[in-house]
């Protein structure tokens, strides 16, 4: 049984790669009624990753829904997609990690995201703790920070 209250932090490396141990977490959790339904296929850091392993949302789904520990889905994520070199393992958990906002557009959502987590805890914006990247603002929304 799903006990914990967030999907693990983006930071987590499964298989020496940043978000996935999130990713599953999130599937498990959606799929115990922990979280409401999200976007996976089109957007954020999910999206991204499916695009890097050139896995389909659906089919990563399902293999989380059959179940087994986060060892033998990492061996079917393997299995199932290019192999991954150092290097490209380095710079996902770079742009992944240390990503923030890089245009104007960007920037303004990184705001409201701030915002929001600042209104969730009852306190102004500058009262949190720095924020610079896209994890920073998973961080602080779930707490870790």
Known sequence: MITQKYPRSPKVLLGGMAHLARFIDKIRMRHA???P???????????????????KGEDFEQRVRQGGTDEEI???????TRPLSDQDLREWNDRIVNGGPKDDGARRRFQVRLADVAAKRGVPVEKLPPASTWVDIIELDEERL
């Open 33 to 35: 009624g922990l979280i």
């Open 37 to 55: 339904d999200y976007n996976y296929i089109t957007t954020g850091f999910d999206k991204y990753l499916l695009d890097f392993l050139q896995l």
């Open 74 to 80: 990492l061996a079917w994520v393997k299995a199932q």
